[in-house]
């Protein structure tokens, strides 16, 4: 069986890492796809020749052609700019929605039947604007935003509670910003919700709302510290989850930013929320009932997601 074809728009921090994340896990052959000359394609080099002590056997290509991402059965987009300290996600708006037409139209002419991962930001309004520009079904289009946010979210009740973070399970619902929502009552201990946990004297409420304040703040406590980019290792890692769901047909249950057509009460936008992740691509979306604070903070964040889009539209007026 021919090897699956895994294509890389953008071979920045996020990119480099997907490449040999996506490569060290043989999920297929990498093609490395950016708009400045040299640099997919020292990376894809300098990645090729991990291999033999890895012992992975997948070609690594870099490519400013889009002629390359042809029959690409994956395609993780991360071009575009990037935070620095004092920025939020919306900052980053007006290049990145440019960005997102360029790599829609190349998606659009050379691999129309790939499974799209957006990680760009502002992700639910890149992603929104990343599915309309290539004209992909909406169940082909997803962003990576809640796979990381729960992954933050359960690496600090992780430590919080000193357990292992494999048996922490987190909930994030909504928009990949200052408004997503965490949903503690769903979050757990091998099951054992947080409240209960609470009760059982394994924390407190005010430990719980601050690291729920930290994790809706985690990627900028990251910029802060970093100071000349943000994250890439975790987006790149939960990236990858989700490209592996789709390529093994996992059924995966995951947080992702997913096209809502009248679930949650929300139509013609892309949101946080828990889908199925398989062949299908997003085969599925769960709609969970959320208690009356959760439902409150979901709309402040589907509310800022809206407001992002009525920007793209007037930057973009192909949108409109
Ligand atoms: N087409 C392809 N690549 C592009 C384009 C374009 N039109 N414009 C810019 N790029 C490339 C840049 O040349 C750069 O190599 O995108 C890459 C972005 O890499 P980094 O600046 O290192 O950013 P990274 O940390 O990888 O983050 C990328 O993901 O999480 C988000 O907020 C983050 O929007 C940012 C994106």
């Known amino acids: 069986m021919a090897r699956k ?55 690594l290509k870099g490519t400013n052609d889009y002629a390359d991402i042809a029959g690409a059965d994956v395609i993780i987009v991360t071009a575009g700019i990037a935070r620095k300290p004092g920025m939020s996600r919306d900052d980053l708006l007006g290049i990145n929605l440019k960005v997102m037409k360029a790599v829609g139209e190349g998606i659009k002419a050379n691999a129309p039947d790939a499974f799209v991962i957006c990680i760009t930001n502002p992700l639910d309004a890149m992603v929104w604007a990343l599915r309309e520009f290539s004209g992909l079904p909406h169940n082909k289009v997803v962003g990576m935003a809640g796979v990381l946010d729960s992954a933050r979210f359960r690496s600090f009740l992780a430590e919080e509670f000193k357990v292992s973070v494999q048996d922490v399970t987190a909930f994030v619902l909504g928009g990949h910003g200052d408004t997503m929502v965490p949903v503690v009552e769903y979050s757990t201990v091998a099951g054992i919700p947080i409240p209960d946990l609470i009760k059982m004297g394994w924390s407190t409420q005010e430990r719980i709302d601050e690291i729920v304040k930290r994790t809706r703040g985690g990627g900028g406590e990251i910029v802060a510290l970093l100071k000349t980019g943000s994250a890439f290792y975790a987006p790149a890692t939960a990236g990858i989850e989700m490209a592996e769901a789709y390529l093994k047909d996992k059924k995966r249950v995951l947080p992702c930013a997913a096209y809502l057509s009248g679930e949650y009460g929300v139509n013609d936008l892309y949101v946080g929320v828990p889908v199925i992740i398989g062949a299908g691509g997003v085969e599925k979306v769960i709609e969970i009932a959320l208690n009356d604070e959760a439902k409150a903070n979901l709309a402040v964040s589907v509310d800022a997601v809206k407001e992002l889009l009525v920007a793209c539209k007037g930057i973009d007026e192909s949108l409109a």
């Open 5 to 59: 074809k895994i294509a890389l728009i953008g071979a920045g921090n996020i990119g480099g890492t997907l490449a040999h994340l996506a490569a060290s896990k043989e999920l297929g052959d990498v093609v490395l796809f950016d708009v400045v000359e040299g640099v997919p394609q020292g990376k894809a080099l300098d990645l090729s020749q991990c291999a033999p002590v890895e012992g992975f056997d997948v070609a």
